[in-house]
């Protein structure tokens, strides 16, 4: 089958495009580093193996037809990481303008489409539902009330502009996805490997984790499940206060979580990021459980272990 990956070459793009290619699907892949409207196949993959196409994600179908016509899926994982620097007023603009824009071009795209994809997953992420504590919180939670709530709210309305009649759309509430070569574990990792790892603040914020390999057997599973609409907690099924995270990563490294990081010190590193970091979101995927989805890593320490092996 034709499958099309806007943001096909980042951490959880680039993973899932393989997990297609090598069962000998045709993945186009859209990005920015090919100039809109050209093709490249990438060596090594196979045939038809992944192909890179260019693209303008600028919120306007530009020459996107060609490739969503026909395609059995359309995945949008397409936006610039939350973590690429401190937050300022022109780094936040960047996140919520990467996102939507993008997300409306593949909907103008498949809302144009003579032969439109069956379903278009698109990104979103728990920030959805902001700051809420210890309550457990479903798909038919509402949202939060701060800046990346605000975003995934209007992410995932742009998404619902491709809507009509044949097109089946997903949004994505993702949580964090842990996987040793990229994301951000390795980053999250790195003080406790030097002995200087610990919760951080109070500790018992929640945090909704998932391991790659579960992202993107989720993500396949449901382009393959028709009956899956709507928004998806793309979390395991038991999330973790931060404290708990810290201990788990201590062990799986052999190593103490005793120090702390204050809050103040962690705002005065990352600015107004430090209110997404510190947001505690117990988001349970309460889709994928009734619809039989099952888990390789449905708790932390399992999941650590795939990870880090006897490390």
């Not at 793009?13 to 997990?19: C, Q, S, V, Y």
């Not at 499940?225 to 998806?232: N, Q, S």
Request: proline residues 6%; contains cysteine.
């Amino acid at each position: 089958m034709k499958v099309v990956i806007a943001g096909g070459s980042g951490f959880l793009g680039n993973a899932l495009a393989w997990a297609w290619a090598e069962e000998g699907h045709d993945v186009r892949v859209l990005t920015r580093s090919v100039p809109p409207g050209e093709a490249r196949h990438e060596s090594g993959t196979g045939t038809p193996g992944i192909t890179n196409v260019g693209w303008t994600p600028d919120g306007q179908q530009g020459g996107l037809g060609k490739e969503i016509e026909g395609a059995a899926a359309v995945i949008n994982l397409a936006g610039v990481s939350i973590n690429g620097g401190r937050w300022n007023a022109a780094r936040k603009q960047a996140i919520r303008e990467s996102r939507v824009r993008a997300t409306g071009s593949l909907a103008a795209a498949i809302a144009a489409a003579a032969s439109p994809p069956p379903v278009f997953v698109s990104a979103s992420g728990v920030g959805y539902y902001g700051d809420r504590g210890s309550n457990a919180l479903s798909e038919d939670a509402g949202p939060g009330d701060d800046f990346m709530a605000h975003v995934c709210v209007e992410w995932e309305a742009e998404a619902q502009r491709a809507a009509r009649d044949g097109v089946r759309i997903v949004t994505l509430r993702t949580g964090l996805v842990l996987e040793k070569s990229g994301g951000a574990l390795p980053e999250m990792a790195r003080p406790f490997r030097f002995f200087v790892g610990g919760p951080i603040g109070s500790g018992k914020q929640y945090m909704s984790w998932i391991h790659r390999l579960d992202w993107i057997e989720m993500v396949r599973w449901i382009v393959d499940t028709p009956a899956i609409a709507g928004p998806v907690n793309v979390t395991a099924p038991h999330p973790v206060t931060n404290r708990q995270f810290a201990h788990a990563l201590a062990r799986a490294l052999r190593r103490p979580a005793l120090l702390p990081a204050p809050r103040f010190a962690v705002r005065t590193v990352v600015g107004e990021m430090a209110d997404a970091i510190f947001a505690s979101q117990r988001a349970l995927p309460g889709v994928a459980l009734a619809h039989g989805y099952h888990f390789r890593y449905p708790e932390i320490d399992i999941a650590f272990r795939g990870i880090y092996g006897d490390s």
